[in-house]
């Protein structure tokens, strides 16, 4: 097996469940209990209500391109050999958006509100990561 | 809310040449003691007045600019941590701070060896930590090969293009106009490399829609000013500069730049008003705007976000010579961090102090009076002052 060599998260905390739930195959964020607001990057208070209850729910995973940028120069040593590349932002159904990328398409296909679904791919055995496909 | 209009200055300008070659000669501190100390020189007074210390995150501490400059009653030192911002952000406090007592006179330096040292490229890119959202950088962007400043923006650029029609040779106008001023200044690290908009055009693409001249440069320098009462300067030799409305603010949320509700507020959507109130006079009244340019799609946004423009309407107002000197809103006279050098936007305030002091030279506007210099860091920061003289 050939190594990783990209970056990786810190399996810490709120990311260490954020990303556990990918390696099951889940695409889950936080859901406030109080007002019932989504939210991503992880936080630990729901910045609408400021409520600490909530629980981990499931995304339909659906969802469409918000925005993305074509990489042409890398500017980190891990991504040396994978330009051109694509980060992507996709939001979804529920509202939040995440910083993404396809897996199934080139940069020259992407067009804002494409409609796309989750897909996982396991890059090492810690970590899973979130990736979408045309959908 | 007690208002600062006036009642601050800016004394003192200094600089060291802008260079994009191996080695200045001089470490990230020995360019800033060589700034600070010209900028206390301009001002005409002794280094011994000066006791107030602002140093741009993460390139230097108060501590030990004062060692090395002599400064023995160091009694106000802090740093704003908004990277790009700083600058002007501490302006404000400077302000507040020699108002209010706190200090007589505040020193506020920025350089680096950001070519011949460590490559502005590299110095997010494979250390977030220094920044606010570093741990989210780390955790969600950068496994997806979102590593950079110029690839967050660019996420912005694009959804503007998509929403607005803004257009690649919108972002060109910026860039050739940034370089036309940059002729007209002999300390511009671009200065006697003209550039056409076919030029900008055929530039490599770095992370779409961002072009190689979109993208500012890298460059080792220092700048530095000097901040005191307006009460104090009116005994200075050179001709005070005054503060009349400073502010600065951040975006929603400012350590993630993907769930924002508006994706293209900035710190500086806050922080327009606020001067602009402050200083009781409007975008239409000013005669030059020196923006902080890391990108040219930022500087189109922050067009919008100051007021010059309305929202999706910076691509137009960009073009037919509006931005460049002798139209109506000369931006970046200079030539900025695209064309002059990256000072971390400090020459910015610089050079807007040259032009109220009427010391441009070829690139001086006529009749400068009212100047704007904004400033943008990490993830969206912003900071806007309006100067006069
Ligand atoms: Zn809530």
Redesign the pocket.
């Known amino acids: 097996m050939s190594e990783y060599k990209k970056p990786l998260p810190e399996l810490d905390g709120l990311t260490a469940e954020f990303y556990g739930w990918c390696k099951k195959g889940e695409l889950r964020f936080q859901r406030?209990l109080?007002?019932n607001?989504w939210r991503h990057v992880p936080r630990e208070m729901?910045p609408?209500?400021a409520?600490t209850d909530w629980e981990w729910q499931r995304s339909s995973g659906k969802g469409k391109i918000f925005t993305w940028t074509v990489a042409e120069r890398p500017m980190h040593p891990g991504f040396a050999d994978a330009a051109p590349y694509a980060p992507v932002v996709v939001e979804l159904e529920e509202g939040v958006r995440v910083l993404t990328e396809m897996t199934d398409c080139m940069p020259s296909d992407l067009v804002i509100d494409m409609p796309v679904e989750v897909t996982f791919e396991a890059v090492t055995p810690e970590v899973t990561l979130p990736k979408f496909k045309k959908s | 809310m007690m208002n600062l209009k006036d009642k601050a200055c800016i004394v003192g300008i200094g600089e060291t040449p802008y260079v994009r070659k191996p080695g200045s000669g001089l470490t990230q501190l020995g360019l800033q003691l060589l700034a600070a100390r010209r900028a206390v020189d301009d001002a005409g007074v002794s280094l011994k007045d000066v006791d107030g210390l602002m140093p741009f995150p993460n390139l230097g501490n108060a501590e030990e600019f004062a060692a090395n400059l002599g400064i023995e009653n160091l009694r106000f030192a802090t740093t704003v941590h908004t990277g790009g911002a700083a600058p002007v952000a501490s302006l404000r406090i400077a302000a507040m701070a020699v108002c209010c007592g706190a200090a007589n006179a505040v020193l506020i330096p920025a350089g680096w060896n950001g070519y011949s040292g460590s490559r502005a490229r590299q110095t997010v890119s494979q250390d977030v930590s220094s920044l606010p959202g570093g741990g989210i950088a780390r955790d969600y962007y950068l496994p997806f090969g979102l590593t950079a400043p110029p690839q967050w923006y660019s996420l912005m650029a694009r959804r503007h293009m998509h929403d607005f029609g803004t257009t690649a040779e919108q972002l060109g106008a910026i860039a050739v106009a940034m370089r036309k001023h940059a002729q007209l200044n002999p300390n511009a690290v671009m200065h006697g490399k003209p550039m056409t908009l076919d030029d900008y055009m055929a530039s490599p693409m770095i992370t779409d829609p961002y072009r190689l001249f979109d993208c500012c440069l890298e460059t080792d320098g220092a700048a530095a000013v000097l901040v005191t009462t307006t009460e104090r300067a009116r005994d200075l030799g050179k001709k005070p500069v005054s503060i009349m409305g400073v502010a600065s603010g951040q975006p929603y949320p400012a350590d993630e730049i993907t769930n924002r509700k508006d994706i293209f507020q900035t710190g500086l959507t806050i922080a327009a008003p606020e001067a602009f109130a402050a200083a009781g006079v409007k975008p239409k009244d000013i005669d030059f705007a020196e923006i902080y340019d890391c990108f040219t799609f930022e500087v189109l946004q922050q067009l919008e976000e100051t007021g010059f423009c309305e929202r999706g309407g910076g691509g137009a107002f960009v073009e037919g010579g509006r931005i460049e000197i002798g139209g109506e809103l000369p931006v970046n006279t200079h030539g900025g961090l695209l064309s002059e050098a990256h000072v971390l936007g400090m020459n910015h305030i610089v050079e807007a102090v040259k032009q109220l002091r009427g010391e441009a030279g070829d690139r001086q506007v006529a009749e400068a009076e009212l100047g704007v210099v904004t400033g943008w860091g990490d993830f969206g920061d912003g900071s806007l002052a309006i100067l006069r003289n």
């Open positions: 406030c109080s007002c607001g729901c609408e209500c409520s």
